[in-house]
């Protein structure tokens, strides 16, 4: 497995981006490339293990596509940018960018979390800009400095509502806790017939258990009241997903990947009101769907199934991507789960990165669920995960 590429695919579920209403926090800046370099087009983009999203830029138009057809694929493998005359360049000259959009110059610079990892890419490219001045190179990079700035205070915010989230978990937890032993001991008191025979000191003792422990109860009531009363979300609503809402984000970012092969997606859930954390659901499921997506053949099919699964103690989110692909064997399957990347072609030439189950495995087991295959060669895939759910 290529590190890189698995460290930027967990740097970005990390960041758990719903890359459609990412729209407003860059695109000022990316317009202000365009206009710093003076070139027709400018994006932002961030690229995962199969797909480049681009979430704003000059054309103000939200797009993906394949990671293997950007030039930006080639940005984040370097460490400062990544320059090119495509009408130059033998691996360019004859391809769209060059023949029917025009354009010349590209420069692109990776996008990084701490200096380390680039997760994507601001770039520039023009039809009649042949190179760009070494003030106009400098001011590109700060403009990139700035997004990068950006992507860590949107980390920062999510660490800090996440903590915030657990700690309103661990004070209900602990309230209850405490409720009952004491709420045991003050009825045991109450219920204890003690007279002026008993020892004037044991009554007193015992007098202030019983009030000790009342005050405490009252504490313990009150903290579970202001909680259940509480108007204030400790975690914005965009971090909850229902069924509903987890199922039209999916149809929006991976319907446009199975018209462009002719891939009937169908969605199908059960009806729920549970709200329940997203963390990592985006990226894990998404990775399945684009996964069965490259290994199945034009005008197949891939079905996405959820539902919610009420178990004693707690809930699962049952989540199953099946297809009509090219289906695995039993060898490539004990791979995945010895965690060994499969590299395979899609079924149309897509580069194989060979690492997409195997993450989302991981990551699955990061949230302690469990994930199972059922596959055969010819005969398409199942994959199912079961995810004990936060609520």
């Known amino acids: 497995m290529n590190t890189q590429d698995y460290k930027r695919a967990k740097a970005l579920a990390k960041l758990d981006l719903d890359y459609h209403e990412l729209k407003s926090d860059f ?63 033998e691996n360019f000259k004859e391809t769209d960018y060059v023949k029917i959009d025009g354009y010349k110059l590209y420069y692109g610079i990776p996008l990084k979390l701490n200096d380390e990892i680039a997760i994507g890419s601001l770039c520039v490219a023009g039809k009649a800009v042949e190179d760009l001045s070494e003030s106009q190179v400098e001011q590109l990079h700060l403009i990139a400095k700035q997004i990068e700035k950006q992507i860590l205070l949107k980390q920062d915010l999510l660490i800090t509502k996440k ?34 025979d008993d020892s004037e000191e044991l009554l007193k003792v015992i007098n202030l258990i019983s009030a000790s422990s009342k005050s405490i109860l009252q504490l313990v009531e009150d903290i579970l009241i202001e909680e259940t009363n509480s108007h204030t979300p400790t975690y914005d609503p965009g971090s909850f997903f229902t069924l509903e809402r987890l199922t039209q984000k999916l149809i929006d970012l991976y319907s446009p990947q199975a018209q462009a092969k002719n891939i009937e997606l169908q969605f199908d859930y059960s009806p729920s009101k549970l709200k329940f954390s997203r963390n990592y659901l985006l990226p894990m499921i998404g990775n399945l ?22 178990n004693t103690d707690f809930k699962t ?27 395979r072609e899609g079924t149309s030439g897509e580069q194989g990165y060979g690492m997409g189950l195997v993450f989302v495995k991981q990551l ?7 994930l199972t295959i059922e596959s055969r060669l010819h005969k398409g895939t199942s994959i199912k995960l079961n995810i004990p759910l936060e609520q």
């Open 364 to 370: 699955c087991e990061e949230l302690e669920g469990t």
């Open 317 to 343: 989110l049952n989540v199953e991507v099946s297809d009509t692909g090219i289906g695995m064997d039993a060898e490539q399957i004990d791979d995945l789960f010895n965690k060994q990347a499969i590299h």
């Open 27 to 89: 695109q000022a800046l990316s317009i202000l490339a365009a206009k710093v370099a003076g070139t027709e087009l400018s994006e932002v983009n961030f690229i995962d293990n199969y797909t480049q999203w681009t979430v704003a830029g000059s054309s103000g138009i939200f797009n993906q596509k394949p990671r293997e057809q950007a030039i930006c694929n080639f940005t984040i493998e370097e460490a400062d940018h990544f320059k090119i005359r495509l009408d130059l360049d």
């Open 163 to 196: 903590e915030a989230l657990e700690e309103r978990k661990l004070k209900r937890r602990l309230a209850h806790d405490v409720r009952s032993p004491i709420s045991g001991i003050a009825q045991l008191i109450d219920h204890s017939n003690y007279t002026k």
């Open 289 to 310: 769907i684009s996964n069965s997506i490259k290994f199945t053949e034009p005008e197949g099919q891939v079905f996405l199934k959820l539902a919610i699964q009420n």
